[in-house]
Structure formats: C-alpha cells, structure tokens
C-alpha cells in the first residue's frame, strides 16, 4: 500500500506551475511528502498557504483561517469555492510529464496485479444495488490502474490496460491468468458504475460520478467495443487466409467484405 501511494504522489505530478483562472494570477505549487505550499500571485505580491494531500487525487488548502477543499485530474484542480487552477506546461516538460510515461510503466504495473488477492467481484447481498463492493486496500494497484484511467479520463490509458489483462488472461500456461481475467473484468465493470469501491471500514471511497465521468465512461466502452471487432476481424481474416483450399479470388473478396465494415466501426 505504501508503494502504491507514493505511486499516486508521482503519477499525479502535483508539482508545478499554475494559472488562477478567476484572478489570471501565476500560482507554484510545491511539495514536500504530503505537505502542500501553494505560492499564489507575482513576485513582490506574492501570498503563501500550506495545505496537504488527502487522497489519490484530493487536496485541501487553508485560505484566510478557511479549508477548501480542491480535486486533481492531472491538468487542473478545481477549488470548492468555485475557483479553479489550470496547470501550465512548457514543450520540454509536456514532453516529460509523467502522463507521457505513465503508458510506458503499464505493462510493469499490469504484470503486477498478479500478485494482489482480487476475489470475484460479487454483488453485496447487504446493499440494495447489484453494484458488486472491492475494497481498496486489499487490491491498491488494481484500483490505482483503474481511478488512475478515470481521473485523468485518459481513454489510452483504459484501452492499454485492457488490451494488456486480456493478452495475459490468454496465456493458458500462466497459473495467474485467472487473476487478470478477474482484474479485466473489474475494469469493465467500474466503466459500467456496477462497483463499489470501499476501504477497511467500509466507507465508500470517493469516485467520480459527474456527467462528463458517465460520458467518458460510455465513449470509452464503445472504443473497446470497435477494437475488440478489428480483432475478431483480424483472427478471422486470419484464420481464412490459413486455409489451404481457399483461393487467391475467395482471399481477397473476404478481406474486401471485412474492410467495407470500417466505415460502421469508426461512426
């Protein structure tokens, strides 16, 4: 758990410059472990509050003997009091910023899932709702791949972990392809909002739940909807091709018929 949480202070990338967009005032954000110092205005009329980091992607600042409390998604954090700060980056560091390596880390982070206890998701019998409960601290890196996805909205992100448990939930000789294929199905299941993600005392950990969350949510299952037929287009075409009898006029009238159904994928 502890590994995953430092995991969240790096990937967040709370470090940096902002832009107060209610004052159009610069804003430097530093951090030292949890401990927030938010440097607010310009040089020679500059303000200085302190706060801390409170959860993957939670913050709270105390401005004028007031807590407001500020949520993350890697490019802004809204304020509770209605103000928000946008994240601004040169070339060389939007080169570097960790979003732009996260998908790098994927196959490592996936690969390690293997080694969390992620039971069959269930519904809980004593909630109301089908929504199947996980707790968090029991699976932190399967949870932190998938809010991680969320909260940035990165639909790349969603569609590399997926691709990635489904590669290795094929792997018939792997002992663990089973805990992939519960971890994909996990991830499908949060996308659909049929999870309830709670800790050890099962109080329900924060989750979004906006309207723009709900419409990334169904625009990201319809890409992998598209993908997963390109695939079964590909093992089919495949598999066609393979087949001795088959002749060089049958062969490419097949892949015709395939390519004609891209039209209808990509709408």
Same mark, same amino acid.
């Given at each position: 758990?502890?590994?995953?949480?430092?995991?969240? $202070?790096?990937?967040?990338?709370?470090?940096?410059?902002?832009?107060?967009?209610?004052?159009?005032?610069?804003?430097? $954000?530093?951090?030292?472990?949890?401990?927030?110092?938010?440097?607010?205005?310009?040089?020679?009329?500059?303000?200085?509050?302190?706060?801390?980091?409170?959860?993957?992607?939670?913050?709270?600042?105390?401005?004028?003997?007031?807590?407001?409390?500020?949520?993350?998604?890697?490019?802004?954090?809204?304020?509770?009091?209605?103000?928000?700060?946008?994240?601004?980056?040169?070339?060389?560091?939007?080169?570097?910023?960790?979003?732009?390596?996260?998908?790098?880390?994927?196959? +490592?982070?996936?690969?390690?899932?293997?080694?969390?206890?992620?039971?069959?998701?269930?519904?809980?019998?004593?909630?109301?709702?089908?929504?199947?409960?996980?707790?968090?601290?029991?699976?932190?890196?399967?949870?932190?791949?998938?809010?991680?996805?969320?909260?940035?909205?990165?639909?790349?992100?969603?569609?590399?972990?997926?691709?990635?448990?489904?590669?290795?939930?094929?792997?018939?000789?792997?002992?663990?392809?089973?805990?992939?294929?519960?971890?994909?199905?996990? $991830?499908?299941?949060?996308?659909?909002?049929?999870?309830?993600?709670?800790?050890?005392?099962?109080?329900?950990?924060?989750?979004?739940?906006?309207?723009?969350?709900?419409?990334?949510?169904?625009?990201?299952?319809?890409?992998?909807?598209? +993908?997963?037929?390109?695939?079964?287009?590909?093992?089919?075409?495949?598999?066609?091709?393979?087949?001795?009898?088959?002749?060089?006029?049958?062969?490419?009238?097949?892949?015709?018929?395939? $390519?004609?159904?891209?039209?209808?994928?990509?709408?």
């Amino acid at each position: 758990q502890n590994v995953v949480d430092e995991l969240w $202070l790096t990937a967040m990338d709370w470090e940096g410059n902002y832009t107060d967009e209610s004052t159009d005032s610069p804003v430097v $954000l530093e951090l030292e472990g949890r401990q927030v110092t938010a440097i607010h205005g310009a040089a020679g009329a500059s303000s200085i509050v302190v706060g801390i980091i409170v959860g993957q992607d939670e913050i709270q600042l105390m401005r004028d003997s007031t807590v407001v409390h500020g949520t993350f998604d890697s490019e802004r954090i809204e304020w509770s009091d209605g103000t928000l700060w946008r994240k601004r980056l040169s070339a060389r560091a939007s080169e570097m910023s960790v979003k732009r390596i996260m998908p790098l880390l994927l196959p +490592q982070l996936v690969l390690a899932t293997r080694w969390e206890h992620l039971d069959d998701a269930r519904p809980d019998p004593s909630h109301a709702s089908s929504s199947a409960v996980v707790n968090c601290d029991d699976t932190p890196l399967t949870v932190f791949l998938i809010r991680y996805a969320f909260v940035t909205r990165d639909r790349r992100i969603v569609s590399d972990t997926y691709w990635r448990l489904f590669t290795l939930a094929e792997a018939a000789t792997d002992s663990k392809r089973g805990a992939y294929l519960r971890t994909k199905s996990l $991830l499908l299941q949060a996308m659909a909002g049929r999870v309830d993600f709670v800790d050890k005392r099962c109080r329900r950990v924060s989750w979004p739940r906006d309207v723009s969350f709900t419409q990334f949510c169904d625009e990201t299952r319809q890409f992998l909807l598209n +993908q997963s037929i390109i695939w079964r287009q590909t093992r089919q075409l495949h598999s066609f091709l393979q087949a001795k009898r088959a002749v060089t006029g049958d062969k490419t009238e097949h892949l015709r018929r395939l $390519l004609e159904r891209w039209g209808a994928i990509q709408s």
